[in-house]
């Protein structure tokens, strides 16, 4: 089973940036559904980027549209969140999650047998 080991979060102001990371160890995730999910707290964990590695297809909520973008670089095996405009209410523990074969719009965390240990965004005001 791959493993995955999230990095990247951190603390910014509103209006800033961060990129995580996202390294997968033991097999290629290539064939792999990718996906970033965050939990706020007390919130339910939310998908806020997904993408279909076999052919690149992407996939973001309203929320995030036109401010977040995922990426993948093969020659790395590694997954990334590029998140640009934050606002406060993206703080949140940021989680990459895999699952072998398609991408369904319909998947929820519960769908993803694979995650990472997760990483902390915070956005200040």
Same mark, same amino acid.
């Given at each position: 089973?791959?493993?995955?080991?999230?990095?990247?979060?951190? %603390? $910014?102001?509103?209006?800033? =940036?961060?990129? *995580?990371?996202? !390294?997968?160890?033991?097999?290629?995730?290539?064939?792999?559904?990718?996906?970033?999910?965050?939990?706020?707290?007390?919130?339910?964990?939310?998908?806020?980027?997904?993408?279909?590695?076999?052919?690149?297809?992407?996939?973001?909520?309203? %929320? $995030?549209?036109?401010?977040? =973008?995922?990426? *993948?670089?093969? !020659?790395?095996?590694?997954?990334?969140?590029?998140?640009?405009?934050?606002?406060?209410?993206?703080?949140?523990?940021?989680?990459?999650?895999?699952?072998?074969?398609?991408?369904?719009?319909?998947?929820?965390?519960?769908?993803?047998?694979?995650?990472?240990?997760?990483?902390?965004?915070?956005?200040?005001?």
């Amino acid at each position: 089973q791959v493993q995955l080991v999230e990095s990247g979060g951190g %603390s $910014v102001q509103a209006g800033g =940036s961060l990129r *995580l990371s996202c !390294a997968a160890y033991r097999y290629s995730i290539s064939g792999y559904c990718m996906v970033w999910f965050r939990q706020a707290s007390g919130k339910e964990r939310e998908k806020v980027a997904t993408i279909a590695t076999g052919y690149g297809s992407t996939i973001y909520p309203t %929320s $995030v549209k036109g401010r977040f =973008s995922i990426s *993948l670089d093969n !020659a790395k095996n590694t997954l990334y969140l590029q998140m640009n405009s934050l606002k406060p209410e993206d703080t949140a523990m940021y989680y990459c999650a895999a699952e072998l074969g398609y991408c369904y719009s319909s998947m929820t965390a519960r769908s993803f047998s694979t995650w990472g240990q997760g990483t902390q965004v915070t956005v200040s005001s």
